[in-house]
């Protein structure tokens, strides 16, 4: 069965400073999701990544995935409080539609000024 | 564009007692998917239904189950509610490939 592993699951760190969350995957697949939760909301999509060595970025936050590596990391720069919040990475397994999306555990990230 | 549209957004029940849930997809999106969010265990599958048609199901007992209309609204319902069923219920639908979109939530509570 697919597992999707986050890392960390906590963060605590200061504004202006950069992180990198890491998400990794145990099956073949193209497909990762990034998605942002808020404390007592729902899921904010925020990136989609189909391809190996696909890059995406928008603001302070960038996404890349590593298909070989089953690998996928959403690096922050220059980090402010409004990005404060849960970040979930998602996987669908296999090339196919049909098959369930699987999400990490989420990292809680707190950014202190 | 109207959202993913969840019904009701706050539930107050008790142990016992079973519960419907709906969801109404974005216009167009044909797959629906239902995921327990808990503290606990975290973002846990339900199941998916695309086309009226249960595509896939997760690993909850058969006191979780649901359905899906030909307008592609879904309801997921729970019955003999346990205290553990407490969570926020997410509903998501998406078209081909390219993750989904979510809804705001229903968050039952179990007393």
């Known amino acids: 069965e697919l597992k999707v592993e986050q890392n960390p699951l906590f963060l605590s760190m200061q504004e202006g400073k950069n992180y990198t969350i890491y998400c990794n995957y145990s099956?073949?697949?193209?497909?990762l999701y990034w998605y942002r939760q808020d404390p007592g909301k729902s899921l904010e999509s925020l990136f989609v990544l189909l391809s190996n060595g696909a890059v995406k970025q928008e603001g302070r936050l960038m996404a890349s995935l590593d298909t070989k590596a089953r690998l996928s990391t959403l690096h922050i720069t220059a980090a402010v409080h409004d990005l404060s919040a849960t970040y979930f990475c998602?996987?669908?397994?296999?090339?196919?539609?049909?098959?369930?999306?699987?999400f990490g555990s989420g990292t809680r990230l707190s950014i202190r000024p | 564009k109207a959202g993913v549209t969840q019904t009701p957004r706050y539930l107050i029940k008790t142990r016992g007692q079973q519960v419907t849930l709906s969801c109404s997809p974005i216009s167009g999106h044909r797959s629906v998917s239902w995921y327990q969010q808990t503290p606990g265990q975290g973002l846990q599958f339900l199941f998916e239904?695309?086309?009226?048609?249960?595509?896939n199901k997760g690993n909850f007992p058969g006191r979780f189950s649901g359905r899906q209309f030909s307008n592609s609204r879904s309801e997921m319902n729970v019955s003999t509610l346990e205290l553990g069923d407490s969570a926020l219920y997410l509903c998501?639908?998406?078209?081909?490939?390219?993750?989904?979109?979510f809804g705001s939530g229903t968050r039952l509570t179990v007393v």
């Open positions: 099956t073949t697949s193209d497909r």
């Open positions: 239904y695309f086309s009226e048609t249960q595509r």
């Open positions: 998501a639908s998406s078209v081909t490939l390219d993750g989904y979109t």
């Open positions: 998602a996987v669908r397994p296999g090339y196919s539609s049909a098959s369930k999306i699987i």
